[in-house]
């Protein structure tokens, strides 16, 4: 248990749908990061958020939407989504974006798209 | 690009043995960080070197870091099944990673 926790773990949706991740983190930390990892592809950095203000949005797709309403928890809002976005989905916090801290992780969303 | 890359991409060693895999990158870094993910689970970090250090240990664990080259290595002593996972290395300050090194230790 690493102090990151992701709901659901697990997420099959149509592309129709609108659903939502959830990532929680009672660390104390003021930095939340959003990741997708697909199959053979590096793990793609999506979105950062720093004191609950983005301060990146590496190029995501607008179907992608990201919440952070305070410094514990981080959403990911998502809406017709196509089946290339079938991935791990990872939720990460650190203390700030001070170049010598680490990151913690949750567990991961593994989406399906159908 | 911010991320470091691994190499191998897959590696297969017998318990027991030694386990190397390597991280290059190509910006200037103050430090450089070693994950391990197992299957489907999210990253646990495993040590962290800066920019001034050429050498880290921390137990089993063993990273060098060649600024002037730009890559670091991580060296796993004596593995074990369990050691099975992959190892990423991310440099910069947002944590950008690479595709990985996938270990298989064969018990």
């Known amino acids: 248990e690493t102090g990151v926790t992701q709901t659901p773990r697990h997420l099959v949706m149509g592309m129709t749908n609108k659903k939502s991740l959830k990532c929680e983190q009672h660390?104390?930390?003021?930095?939340m990061y959003w990741y997708k990892q697909s199959a053979k592809k590096p793990l793609e950095l999506m979105f950062v958020?720093?004191?609950?203000?983005?301060?990146e949005n590496n190029s995501v797709p607008s179907r992608f939407s990201p919440e952070c309403p305070n410094s514990s928890h981080l959403f990911l809002h998502l809406h017709t989504l196509q089946p290339e976005d079938s991935a791990l989905y990872l939720c990460a916090s650190s203390q700030g974006l001070q170049i010598n801290t680490e990151a913690f992780f949750g567990q991961g969303t593994r989406l399906t798209v159908v | 690009s911010q991320q470091g890359e691994e190499d191998p991409q897959a590696l297969s060693i017998q318990e027991g043995e030694n386990a190397t895999m390597n991280c290059s990158y190509k910006?200037?870094?103050?430090?450089l960080q070693w994950y391990r993910q197992n299957s489907g689970r999210g990253l646990v970090h495993l040590i962290l070197?800066?920019?001034?250090?050429r050498e880290k240990h921390s137990g089993r664990l063993r990273v060098t870091l060649d600024t002037s080259k730009k890559s670091s290595s991580l060296l796993i002593t004596a593995s074990r099944a369990a050691d099975t996972a992959s190892y990423f290395c991310a440099t910069g300050g947002q944590f950008y990673f690479g595709t990985g090194t996938s270990l298989t230790v064969i018990p």
């Open positions: 660390l104390g930390h003021n930095a």
């Open positions: 910006t200037s870094i103050n430090n």
């Open positions: 070197i800066r920019s001034n250090e």
């Open positions: 958020y720093s004191l609950e203000e983005r301060v």
